[in-house]
T-cell receptor, first 114, second 117 residues
Framework: SQTIHQWPATLVQPVGSPLSLECTVEGTSNPNLYWYRQAAGRGLQLLFYSVGIGQISSEVPQNLSASRPQDRQFILSSKKLLLSDSGFYLC?????????????FGPGTRLTVL | GNSVTQMEGPVTLSEEAFLTINCTYTATGYPSLFWYVQYPGEGLQLLLKATKADDKGSNKGFEATYRKETTSFHLEKGSVQVSDSAVYFCALISANAGGTSYGKLTFGQGTILTVHP
C-alpha cells in the first residue's frame, strides 16, 4: 500500500532563516505531488504541484519554492522566512491529475515563524 | 472560477444527534466532489467522494449526495459519536478556465464539529 511521509512534524524558525520541508511517497511510481498550506482558521491553499521530476508549477506568488529531485520526493523551501509563512503545510499525492483522481494527504508539518 | 462554500461553524452536538454540514459549489466544467476530515493535529483523510450527478458517497456512517441541480454536496450522519469531533472540509476538482484539469483541489473553509457525550 502507499504511504506518504512528511518531516519534520513541527518546526519553529526565526524570521529570515531558511526552510526545507520534505515529503516522500512510498508504494507508487510517478505520482502527482502537491504542496498545500493551511493558515490558522482558514482553508487549504494549493502552493505547488508537480507531475514529474523537475516539473514544478506554482499556484501563487510567494516567498516559497518547490523542487522534485527524485520521483517520489518533493521539497518545499525558502531562503528567508517571513512571519506570514507560518502555517500547517500538507503534502499530497495522486495517481493522476484527472477530475476523478483522489489526493491523499500526509500528516503535515506545523511551521511557526517567530 | 471554482469555489466551495461551507456552513459556518463551529457545530456542537450531543452524541447520537443528527448531523448536517452544508456545502455548495461553483465550478468550471463538471466537478468531482469530496469530503475530507481532519482530526486534531493530523493531516487530511478522505471521507467520501462522488464523481457524477446523483452519486452518493458514503463511509463510516457519513453520506453525501451530488446534487447538480442545486450545486450542493451536503454531508450527513444519522448518529454522531464523540470520535467524530474534527474539522470537515468540502472540496472539488474541476477543469480550469482552459478546459483541462490538473487535479487542483479547491477547498471550503472547513467546519469544526464538536460532539459532547
Amino acid at each position: 500500500s502507499q504511504t506518504i511521509h512528511q518531516w519534520p512534524a513541527t518546526l519553529v524558525q526565526p524570521v529570515g532563516s531558511p526552510l526545507s520541508l520534505e515529503c516522500t511517497v512510498e508504494g507508487t511510481s510517478n505520482p502527482n505531488l502537491y504542496w498545500y498550506r493551511q493558515a490558522a482558521g482558514r482553508g487549504l491553499q494549493l502552493l505547488f504541484y508537480s507531475v514529474g521530476i523537475g516539473q514544478i508549477s506554482s499556484e501563487v506568488p510567494q516567498n516559497l519554492s518547490a523542487s522534485r529531485p527524485q520521483d517520489r520526493q518533493f521539497i518545499l523551501s525558502s531562503k528567508k522566512l517571513l512571519l506570514s509563512d507560518s502555517g500547517f503545510y500538507l503534502c499530497a499525492w495522486s495517481v493522476g491529475a484527472g477530475r476523478t483522481d483522489t489526493q491523499y494527504f500526509g500528516p503535515g508539518t506545523r511551521l511557526t515563524v517567530l | 472560477g471554482n469555489s466551495v462554500t461551507q456552513m459556518e461553524g463551529p457545530v456542537t452536538l450531543s452524541e447520537e444527534a443528527f448531523l448536517t454540514i452544508n456545502c455548495t459549489y461553483t465550478a468550471t466544467g463538471y466537478p468531482s466532489l469530496f469530503w475530507y476530515v481532519q482530526y486534531p493535529g493530523e493531516g487530511l483523510q478522505l471521507l467520501l467522494k462522488a464523481t457524477k450527478a446523483d452519486d452518493k458517497g458514503s463511509n463510516k456512517g457519513f453520506e453525501a449526495t451530488y446534487r447538480k441541480e442545486t450545486t450542493s454536496f451536503h454531508l450527513e450522519k444519522g448518529s454522531v459519536q464523540v470520535s467524530d469531533s474534527a474539522v470537515y472540509f468540502c472540496a472539488l476538482i474541476s477543469a480550469n478556465a482552459g478546459g483541462t484539469s490538473y487535479g487542483k483541489l479547491t477547498f471550503g473553509q472547513g467546519t469544526i464539529l464538536t460532539v459532547h457525550p
